[in-house]
């Protein structure tokens, strides 16, 4: 992978773990609320989903570089 597209995973992860951050405390905030609570879970679910897409993907990268060449 170029530097400049592990660059732009590595940032993509970050605005990830953040949005999952904001998910958890609207979560939180919600307590007791069932669109809220149904609807964070929802939002969860969605960045669930994208990590496998982004963060596994910057995972593997920072495992090693070139891991599988042996």
Known sequence: MTG???HLLK???A???GI???AE???DLGKGI???EKNARCILSFIF???FGISDVVD???EGDNQWEK
């Open 11 to 13: 940032e993509m992860e």
């Open 49 to 51: 989903a994208l990590k």
């Open 60 to 62: 593997l990268e920072s």
């Open 4 to 6: 400049k597209n592990s």
């Open 20 to 22: 999952e951050n904001l």
């Open 15 to 17: 605005r990830i773990e």
């Open 25 to 27: 405390e609207l979560k």
């Open 34 to 36: 069932p669109a809220v």
